[in-house]
């Protein structure tokens, strides 16, 4: 079986308006950069993941953008919720694009695509946790398709980053997460965006893969927000999951010259 190839795209901040920028970046021209890569890219993955912080509050211009320019790709896309988007605009913009966008579970090539929606409780600053109903949801699918490879996606990062002002934000409720993922031995990593940095971490036999923004960089290891000032770092990025039949993950970065 030819492996699964997944291109996740995460934290794009669009602004309401096209040409206002973020963090004094041009992040509408980062995310054209991103998707003018991934069109080049031969093969192409098999399917696009955003994986939330979408739109920076804006309204449903910002959604309705990113779905025209997903529906460019030659391949599905999907997308989550993260802390700074509206899950009510996506779900809507979503429908108006094909429900697809909304879809939960993406079950291909012996591999099932868990993804969830991490922005309950909001404590104002960045956090989010997953839902009474996301738990029961996850363990619902990990049951389901106990048979199958399993991958987990949402937005906030369940482990540390060894940065003070991100792991105040970090998922809220991370014990419940694990405890939740403990009984499933088919689970092979979890994806995440949230922390605007590549991270490949491990907890017991679970990869966590954390990936790069298409908006602006963090520096890492910081007592506070400070943006990457290295001049590769610092490029859009997005990242190329390859999903094999035995389970296995390959995985780089790709970052995006001007």
Known sequence: MTPLVIAQVTDCHLQNDPDRDYQGFDVERHLDRVIDDLLLQTPAADMVICSG????????????????????LPVPSYWIPGNHDDAQLMLQAGHQHGSQLNQRTVV??????????????????????????????????????????????????????????QDRIMLAN????????????????????????????????????????????FKAGCQQLILEDDPVLSLPAYRWLTLHGDGQIETSVKRVAG
């Open 53 to 72: 912080d979408l739109v920076h509050h804006g309204g449903p211009e910002g959604y309705q953008r990113l779905s025209q320019r997903l529906a460019h």
């Open 108 to 165: 291909a090539k012996g591999w099932a695509i868990i993804l969830l929606d991490s922005t309950s409780d909001p404590d104002g600053q960045g956090g989010g946790s997953l839902s009474r109903s996301q738990l029961t949801f996850l363990e619902q699918q990990l049951q389901q398709y106990s048979t199958h490879h399993c991958l987990v996606v949402l937005h906030h990062n369940p482990l540390p980053v060894d940065s003070d002002w």
């Open 174 to 217: 991370a014990d419940q997460f694990w405890a939740a993922l403990a009984p499933h031995q088919n689970v092979r990593a979890v994806i995440n965006g949230h922390v605007h940095q590549p991270w490949e971490l491990v907890r017991g036999d679970v990869r966590v893969i954390m990936t790069p923004a298409t908006s602006v960089q």
